[in-house]
DNA sequence: TAAATAGGTT
């Protein structure tokens, strides 16, 4: 009975009341299975009430005490893991050294929840002692173990704990791939997964959701489309998590029209399903739709967070929508209440000042009230770029050389203005500055997906075992392409070089290698994807030879992260 | 008892 009541909790407060009964009734907290019941009913709801504090469990554990019951095996990590839901680091170390006192620390169950808690409170060498010193463990004990220290980000240690590991389970295979998901390293996610498919645990909904995720960051359609089909086969439902997850895949993999009709599908829909899909459309240029999509969303009963406003700003860029944009922004504030933060002014500036409204984006950045980060001065400055306004660009650069003293992107843009308006000795200046300060342009990286492999190749990437049949299909595609017309685009290489040099330089650009190798790689006819991680050079983009108009280009700058394949 | 999704760019 007493069970069946707190089961249908859904909030503290609820619980709180039940709990009043019992204690005025003196009946019912009759036994540790009761104390037991209402500790995890509080653990239960804490998440879902922001109210919630540790305090609030202590009593029952007080009450249970001076009934002069003696807590069970369950009952002290029932108490633990209500500290580690909310963070409590005090209450949790005092459980510890109740448990301590009471001789109870050797249990299985309370050292997982020890292991649990001190893994949230990031005191990891407490976590690893328990572990190490611990009479008993379990796979549950090393799983904590190692959700803590990707927490951390520590990937090092969570691999070779991971390594160690005698015993693994879904959970385990789930959290190491998430991890690296997190840490950026999409492709080691997906060589993990396959690696669970010959050897590991049947994987589940939350193991497909990351592994959907590390799809979507690489543009790895194939693999995406697979686990689709994967779902479908083994009768999987599609929750709202794997349903978002799919059509963010399907979005960032250039399937827009996919992820629409996934999203219209879907029975039931969160805040991040809306905002993945407003993002989505946004990415691929489709504004109004996006902005469309943002309104109904509102209609729907669904009220935008700060992200939501990110994806909506987003689609006003994209679409040009320079007044919508102003509107949405102001009524963030007005109808809301949320403030605007770094990213939201970061978009506004992006938008006004792309749009040549160079003057109000400026007047925009001096009132905010934090200050403007590298990303907010980067976006005046590329418009800046765009409508050629080199003084305020020169402004722009002080400001970005300051924050971000160590990055090459500041340098290279301010060449490119400088070039671009045929500045050519201060470009060269600045290349100069470069070289002293030992700095190096971002490599491009471009990957491309054949047969459900993903192919990497960098700028002048000589690496590839195919290089000598790549370079030369360029060679036959350029001359090809030059008796259409195509005239290199150099304004792209901005170095000092001669021509051919520089038309050398551009031959060896990475979306240049792989559209080649995808060339030499696949059928006739066959769509070829290339994702890359900078935003591809105008000269690649042009789509004068029949075979590269079917090159879908797709940059995605996370990718900017990966740098250690 | 342990694991999951969205976010502005040169």
Redesign the pocket.
Known sequence: MTRDLLSRCSHSKQVKQIQARFVTSGLLLASVFHHNALL?AHSRTASASPSASPAAAFPIYTHLLRRGLRPDSYTL??LL?FC?LLLARYHGLSVHAHAIRLGRDAD??LA??LI?FYSVVRDLAAARRILDLASFT???SY??ML?GYLRAGDLDSAWSLFDGMSET????W??MI?GC??GGRSKEALALFSRMQAEGPEP????L??VL?AC?HLGALEQGKWIHSYLRSNGIKI????G??LI?MYA?CGQVQLALSLFDEMPEK????W??MI?GLA?HGNGVEALQLFSVMGASGFVP????F??A??AC??AGLVDQGREIFDSMRKDYGIEP???H???M??LLARNGLLEEAQGLIKSMPMEP?A??W??L??GC?LHRNVELAEHSVKHLIKLEPDSS??Y??LA?IYASSGRHDKAREVRCMMRTKRLQK?PGCSLVEIGGRIHQFLVGDIAHPLIKDILSKWEEIESLIKLEGYVPDKKEVLLNIDDEEKEDALARHSEKLAIAFALISTEEGMPIRVVKN??VCSDCHQDLFPEIHHALLI?Q?KL?SISFW
Request: glycine share 4%; with cysteine; hydrophobic share 45%.
């Open positions: 995890r990590p029932f893991n580690s299985l169950f997982n929840a649990h379990d796979v549950v799983n904590s959700t389970n879904v959970v385990t789930s959290a998430s998901l997190q589940n909904d939350m193991t959701v990351s995720a979507a929750s709202v998590f794997l978002t997850a963010d960032k969160n805040l991040l399903t905002t993945t993002k990415m967070d700060d992200v939501a990110i994806g700003l987003c860029t994209h933060k770094l990213e002014y970061g978009c500036v992006d980060d990303l907010v980067g976006a400055m590329a770029k992107g500041v290279v843009l490119n971002t900078l935003r940059p700058w900017n």
